[in-house]
């Protein structure tokens, strides 16, 4: 926030340095200006933000350490998803889905296979992060859909009927 008002700020200044000059100036400058104000939406939008630990080394034992995720609608997501393991076997990522579709979709990433980072095509499919390896954090964001209720669960083959949670819009 601070950063952003220091930019603004300085582009303030830049506005008043180059009033008084060029039109290509003046250009420039409004182009800094509008950019800026794009930023400050960014910073204004509503975030919702959640770490997510993937946990464990063997299939029996991994999981996320968290398995309910409640956001306002109209609110935009954040999930940092850490990937506490440290077994090269364990690669997590996570999938939200619309409520009831999870098995379903999860078939169908395993088919979409490790070039599609095991992330299929399917409608069912709210958001997905990126694969993350053993010790590796990957971010996610997304607009919260509307309200109700969905699941999340991670699609790497093997792990969806273990590793899954709900994710609740209120
Ligand atoms: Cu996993």
């Known amino acids: 926030m601070k950063k952003i008002t ?4 300085y582009s303030l200044i830049a506005v008043l340095l180059f009033s008084c000059g060029s039109d290509k100036k003046e250009t420039e400058s409004n182009v800094e200006i509008e950019t800026q104000i794009v930023e400050a939406t960014e910073v204004t939008k509503n975030w919702e933000e959640f ?8 299939m029996p034992e991994m999981k996320y350490d968290l398995t309910n995720i409640s ?3 109209g609110s935009w997501v954040r999930i940092k998803l850490v990937n506490d393991g440290i077994d090269p076997s364990m690669l997590h990522n996570i999938v939200f889905v619309n409520y009831g579709k999870r098995k379903a979709v999860a078939a169908e990433c395993v088919t979409a296979g490790p070039t ?3 992330i299929s095509n399917s409608s069912d499919i709210i958001a997905a992060s990126d694969l993350a390896d053993p010790g590796q954090t990957v971010t996610l964001e997304f607009k919260a859909p509307s309200k109700g ?3 999340f669960m991670c699609t790497y083959p093997g792990h969806s009927g273990i590793m899954r949670g ?3 819009v209120k």
């Open 71 to 73: 956001v306002k609608e």
């Open 116 to 118: 599609k980072q095991f």
């Open 6 to 9: 220091t930019s603004i700020a």
């Open 149 to 151: 209720n969905y699941e």
């Open 51 to 58: 770490t997510v630990k993937a946990l464990g080394n063997t």
């Open 166 to 168: 709900y994710f609740f």
